[in-house]
């Protein structure tokens, strides 16, 4: 079944707890699929056990494996990606969102602006919590004030992306004295319990999945079901 241009849709399909390098073998299979037109824009959501992540930033000769020693003696694996940014903590308490989008030739073919659109997908949400959340001059993300409340990184195939953004719900924030996330102090990072705000995970997962999907022009559908044919895709691919 194609899903080129004029089957415009954004699917939102939530894995659960999965093993960081499960899922990104699943989204580099996914852009593979996406690339082919056999699978709509999808937008993964799910938690990891702890691994810190380093982008592109955070790699080459002029970059230290000293930066995240504290990380590996803390015995927290160091996983090198093709994501841009540096380097990052995901872990219990966090929401993490991977958009397998086919960006379309002509204007969704700019970066900086899905970049900005993942931003806009999560301040919107995160308004209806009552939480005056925005962006900062010179940096990617999602911030309250001084304080960073999602990280952002992406990488992009053939048009199609991957990788994407970490919300802190409720994690531990004491993992961030480990290195410095996003080439920032620890202290910069916040969660949404540090800052008095509970949310229900699930509810605002919709929330953020349903936005995206009205910034990037896309109708949003849910693949609760585990017949979907999006679920079905995915759950082969993860056996394999």
Not at 9 to 28: F, M, N, S
């Amino acid at each position: 079944m194609s899903h080129g241009n004029s089957a415009r849709e954004l699917v939102h399909v939530e894995l659960g707890r999965i093993p960081y390098q499960e899922a990104w073998d699943l989204q580099l299979a996914l852009v593979d699929l996406r690339r082919r037109d056999e699978l709509p824009d999808l937008l993964l959501t799910c938690e990891h056990e702890e691994v810190v992540t380093t982008g592109r930033k955070a790699q080459g000769p002029t970059r230290s494996a000293d930066e995240t020693a504290g990380v590996v003696e803390a015995g927290i694996e160091v996983v090198e990606v093709e994501r841009g940014g540096a380097a990052t903590y995901h872990g219990p308490g966090q929401l993490v969102g991977y958009p397998i989008v086919k960006l379309e030739p002509g204007k969704e073919r700019d970066l900086h602006k899905f970049l900005r659109t993942i931003e806009t997908s999560l301040i919107g949400p995160l308004a209806d919590l009552g939480l005056s959340a925005g962006r900062k001059p010179d940096y990617t993300g999602v911030w309250v004030g001084e304080r960073k409340l999602a990280s952002i990184g992406i990488a992009c195939r053939g048009w199609v992306t991957y990788h994407g953004f970490a919300l802190n719900l409720a994690i531990d924030l004491a993992r961030f004295r480990l290195f410095r996330p996003c080439d920032l102090e620890a202290s910069v990072m916040a969660d949404l319990a540090a800052l008095g705000v509970e949310a229900d995970r699930a509810t605002l997962t919709q929330a953020i999945a349903g936005r995206l999907a009205v910034e990037l022009g896309r109708a949003f559908r849910s693949a609760g079901s585990a017949t979907a044919p999006e679920s079905q895709a995915i759950q082969s691919l993860v056996r394999t």
